[in-house]
Nanobody
C-alpha cells in the first residue's frame, strides 16, 4: 500500500504562482513514475505532468512553459511548481504514484481568479 498526501493548493489571482507537494508513504520502494492530474468541475480528469525515477518529464501542452514537475526521491516527494496561472487552471489537483497499482491522493483545490 502507498499513501499520498497533497498540499499547497489555494486561491490565487491570475498570473500568480503556487507550489504543490505530494508526499508518499508506505510501500514506496515500488514507486516508479509519479504524476499530477487535475479535474475541473464537470470535466474528466486529465494529465498535467509526469516524472520518472530518472527524472524524465512529460507535460500537457496546456501547461508547458508554465508548470514544472520535480521529485525528491530521498523524501518520496513530488512537486508541481505552477507559474503564470490562468483561470482555466482551476481544478482539483491529484497526485498519482505508479506502483504495483496506481495510487491516488485525495486531491487539493486550486482556484485561479481573473
Amino acid at each position: 500500500q502507498v499513501q499520498l498526501v497533497e498540499s499547497g493548493g489555494g486561491l490565487v489571482q491570475a498570473g500568480g504562482s503556487l507550489r504543490l507537494s505530494c508526499v508518499a508513504s508506505g510501500d514506496t520502494i515500488c514507486i516508479s513514475a509519479m504524476g499530477w492530474y487535475r479535474q475541473a468541475l464537470g470535466k474528466e480528469r486529465e494529465l498535467v505532468a509526469t516524472i520518472t525515477t530518472g527524472r524524465t518529464t512529460d507535460y500537457a501542452d496546456s501547461v508547458k512553459g508554465r508548470f514544472t514537475i520535480s521529485r525528491d526521491n530521498a523524501k518520496n516527494t513530488v512537486y508541481l511548481q505552477m507559474n503564470s496561472l490562468k483561470p482555466e487552471d482551476t481544478a482539483v489537483y491529484y497526485c498519482k504514484a505508479a506502483c504495483w497499482f496506481d495510487y491516488w491522493g485525495q486531491g487539493t483545490q486550486v482556484t485561479v481568479s481573473s
